[in-house]
């Protein structure tokens, strides 16, 4: 089985990557030993502030790709 990554999702591959490593960045982030190593010597609350915020901005950012969404060309 010789095939690429690029070569078996096509166009849409690096739209693929960049949502896995959102998936796995969002996932890691639930746990506190990932915020620790991350935000060393910050409070429980600043941590929250950092993951609220980080998961505000991939909302926003979906939200902003739809208005490049056209249905007519899916």
Do not use: H
């Not at 089985?1 to 960045?25: H, P, Q, R, W």
């Not at 190593?37 to 609350?45: A, E, I, R, S, V």
């Amino acid at each position: 089985m010789n095939e690429s990554y690029s070569g078996l999702f096509g166009e849409i591959s690096s739209g693929y990557e960049e949502c896995k490593a959102d998936t796995v960045a969002l996932f890691l982030s639930v746990y506190d030993e990932v915020m620790e190593t991350l935000l060393p010597g910050k409070t429980y609350d600043q941590k929250n502030q950092v993951l609220e915020t980080v998961w505000l901005e991939m909302v926003l950012t979906g939200l902003k790709g739809l208005r490049c969404y056209d249905a007519n060309n899916q």
